[in-house]
């Protein structure tokens, strides 16, 4: 079952039981998906634009949150959290950042990345293989960290004036 008949399903269900928060955050994600859809003229999309879909509004919703909170309007802050619950269980499980900052190791050995110019070519192959799994502001501050953590390493090496 995809992705998207799996939310129209879940619609139905939170009709019949009167969940007015989830009601709204499946509306507004078969909202996106269909508006998606329509671009190229198809009923439904694949499954990873989905979870782009899902993951945008979550990300949204988020930053809804935050900003709500800074205005002191805790009740829309509470509805936009409520939201991204509802959102969340179509997503695949996300990395904790123990997880991320071991990829991110193995990504730049393996990119052979040894400078903070190498963060585009980090980030690209780390997007395409963390997609959905990761926040990119979690992966890139991370990367940043390490080719940090690289370059000092390099110029603090006992024994060698680089000076």
Known sequence: MTIQIKINND???AMKARNTDQLAALRAAK???MLEAT???ISSVSDDVVLNIISKLVK????????YNEQGRKDLAQDELNQIN???PYLPKQLKEEEIRVLVQEAIIELKAD???DIGRCMSYLTNKLKGRADG???SSIVRNELNNIR????KQPGKNYF
């Open 11 to 13: 619609i139905k269900k």
């Open 31 to 33: 909202s996106a998906i």
């Open 39 to 41: 671009k190229d003229g």
């Open 60 to 67: 949204q919703r988020n930053d809804s949150a935050h900003i």
């Open 86 to 88: 509802y959102l969340i």
């Open 115 to 117: 400078s903070l110019s």
């Open 137 to 139: 502001k979690i992966i």
């Open 152 to 155: 000092i390493y390099v110029f």
